[in-house]
């Protein structure tokens, strides 16, 4: 004889059912709030990590810039050294070069000619004075293409007859030797300095 099960079977699987989903749907609901709540304390550890190692690349820029600021100020004051070493090794060379070049003049002073005025502008020299006759300039000027010193003679001025007074006034400029020979080098040509070498 066939059972007749009178229980209500299907009402019972649905519930059974409907709470294993909303088990299912909780357990799912909690799964991700910790996924969620993992992944936030792990992006602001990060963040967190991040930050520290900024402020401490901030802090070493910082530092890096004054060190920065300091070598700037160790290089100027080297630069000013330098050029105050520089000026302190012309001035001791150009001190015996004022006597050489007032022995050096009266050396190539022709007789009949006196100077006026001397005025030194770095390494030009301007000589003003009177002589007897032209030919005394003239003189004056083969003295110092001749002379050690002394070179380059450029005559400017000369006056002669009743407005220069007795004898010739003249203006004559010159450079000492160092400076003519410097301002000459440049002068030669590239191919000459070949043919030289050849």
Same mark, same amino acid.
């Given at each position: +004889? ?5 229980? *209500? ?41 991040? /930050? ?32 105050? +070493? %520089?000026?302190?090794?012309?001035? /001791?060379?150009?001190?015996? %070069? ?5 022995? %050096? +003049?009266? &050396? /190539?002073? *022709?007789?009949?000619?006196?100077? !006026?005025?001397?005025? /030194? ?13 032209? !030919?005394?300039?003239?003189?004056? +000027? ?6 050690? !010193? ?15 007074? *007795?004898?010739?006034?003249? !203006? ?9 020979? &410097? ?6 040509? *590239?191919?000459?300095?070949? %043919?030289?070498?050849?």
């Amino acid at each position: +004889m066939p059972s007749i099960n009178l229980l *209500p079977w299907r009402q019972a699987l649905r519930q059974r059912r409907q709470k294993e989903f909303l088990i299912g749907l909780g357990a799912a609901v909690a799964l991700a709030a910790v996924v969620a709540l993992l992944t936030h304390l792990l992006i602001s550890s990060m963040i967190d990590r991040q /930050q520290r190692r900024n402020e401490l690349l901030k802090t070493e820029i910082a530092e890096l810039d004054k060190a920065i600021e300091e070598i700037v100020q160790l290089e100027e004051r080297k630069a000013r050294m330098i050029a105050r +070493m %520089e000026v302190i090794d012309r001035l /001791q060379q150009s001190r015996p %070069e004022v006597v050489r070049l007032f022995d %050096e +003049m009266v &050396a /190539q002073l *022709p007789e009949g000619l006196y100077l !006026t005025s001397v005025k /030194q502008s770095g390494r030009k020299l301007e000589f003003n004075g009177v002589a007897q006759s032209s !030919t005394r300039v003239s003189s004056l +000027m083969r003295n110092i293409d001749a002379s050690e !010193t002394l070179a380059a003679p450029d005559l400017k001025v000369i006056q002669t007859g009743r407005d220069a007074g *007795p004898g010739a006034q003249f !203006t004559l400029f010159a450079q000492l030797r160092g400076a003519a020979e &410097a301002e000459a080098e440049p002068a030669k040509s *590239p191919a000459g300095t070949r %043919e030289a070498r050849k």
